[in-house]
């Protein structure tokens, strides 16, 4: 049974140029149209998946903070009536850091909402106007001042490994983020995802992404700056005081069962995985004809399981307990990694592992994505 519920808000007020996610800039938004239509894929979901108390809720986008107050209260007293709260929940809303969103952190707090996401990207207006952001450095900090004042608990995001980015002008922005002193960051290196506009920049030689060699540098020098300040990295992204990791997220990271509703959201409950409809007016119009607005459902196989929870706990400090993967698929502990090639990254200090659970190194993290490829069976893969 579900114990968690993400919440997408697909509107933004402009898309940002390296945001691959399911985000969709629209001149008007029904309100009303868009909370009954939240409202009926919810309890689509509580009656599938209801049966225990939610441990988080992640209201995520698109731009969440965009969303009237009283919608967000309207929709978190819908999910206490559907499932109930566990004590502590988290309930979590991403934030751009403008001006105007900042003035709702005090109704969003009072809606329920305890823990925000903020969206600040960078420290710098220059950096900030590359990244297509609308705020500017002086209004995030001031966005961020507010929240702190509104929420118990504050998270906000960087990207790093800009073009030209040198190891002291990140260094110097690290330290400073570390010192507005909240209790979670998440570090992210400029990726160029496909389709987006910093894609069609990089093809066209507007500019060149930072190489592979330096980035990794930042990489290593992140993760030793945030965990002598007190904030190790627990996901490779990731960086918190200990106890002020992201519940939610982990939620994922350790392939737990959560509900997914509104445009493009994903889900999973027991073996299958939901996919709802990614564009705004398909969703809406799925709820309205089939009071949901699921476009798929897929049954996983016991092999699909255990490779997507491979690749997503493997990005976790804590890494993967192999025994409890071989007890709750039934598949022999043998069978869920290559040994050989285990063995071979572990001598070369890239994995550990501490009784039945495999852990990826500082060193090897920085090489995630190619060691997945050489640890997980391709026969997981391929099923």
């Known amino acids: 049974m579900a114990q968690a519920l993400y919440i997408h808000w697909p509107f933004c007020l402009a898309k940002c140029p390296y945001c691959d996610f399911n985000s969709h800039v629209r001149d008007h938004v029904d ?9 009926a894929d919810m309890r689509h979901e509580a009656a599938l998946a209801g049966g225990e108390p939610l441990r988080s809720i992640f209201f995520g986008g698109g731009t969440p903070s965009l969303m009237p107050p009283a919608m967000v209260e309207t929709l978190l007293n819908e ?27 005090a109704a969003l707090a009072q809606a329920g909402i305890n823990r925000v996401s903020l969206g600040l990207q960078a420290l710098n207006n220059e950096d900030l106007r590359f990244l297509g952001r609308l705020h500017d450095a002086e209004e995030g900090i001031a966005a961020l001042g507010v929240a702190q004042q509104h929420f118990s608990r504050v998270s906000f995001d960087l990207i790093y490994a800009r073009p030209d980015q040198s190891p002291a002008a990140w260094e110097d922005e690290l330290r400073r983020a570390i010192d507005f002193g909240t209790g979670h960051l998440s570090l992210y290196q400029l990726t160029i995802e496909a389709g987006t506009r910093f894609a069609s920049d990089v093809r066209l030689k507007r500019f060149m992404p930072l190489d592979d060699d330096p980035a990794a540098d930042l990489f290593t020098m992140t993760r030793e700056i945030t965990a002598a300040a007190g904030l190790p990295a627990y996901e490779i992204s990731n960086h918190a005081r200990p106890g002020e990791e992201s519940r939610h997220n982990l939620t994922y990271w350790r392939y737990l069962d959560y509900c997914g509703i509104g445009p493009g959201a994903h889900g999973r409950r027991s073996s299958a995985a939901t996919q709802r409809h990614k564009k705004p007016e398909n969703w809406l119009e799925a709820v309205t004809r089939n009071g949901h607005g699921i476009k798929q459902e897929l049954d996983l196989t016991p092999s699909t399981q255990v490779s997507e929870a491979l ?73």
């Open 79 to 105: 999910a206490e009536q559907l499932w109930g709260f566990a004590d502590n929940i988290e309930i979590t809303l991403e934030a751009n850091p403008s001006s105007v969103e900042a003035a709702n952190f």
């Open 311 to 383: 690749l997503m706990g493997l990005r976790l400090d804590e890494g993967i307990d192999l025994a409890a993967m071989s007890r709750r698929f039934n598949i022999p502990s043998s069978q869920l990694i290559d040994r050989k090639n285990a063995d071979f990254y572990a001598n070369m200090g890239l994995l550990r592992e501490e009784d039945s659970r495999l852990i990826v190194t500082d060193r090897g993290m920085p090489l995630l994505d190619a060691l997945l490829g050489e640890i997980v069976p391709a026969a997981l893969v391929e099923s």
């Open 31 to 39: 309100h009303d149209a868009w909370e009954a239509a939240l409202l």
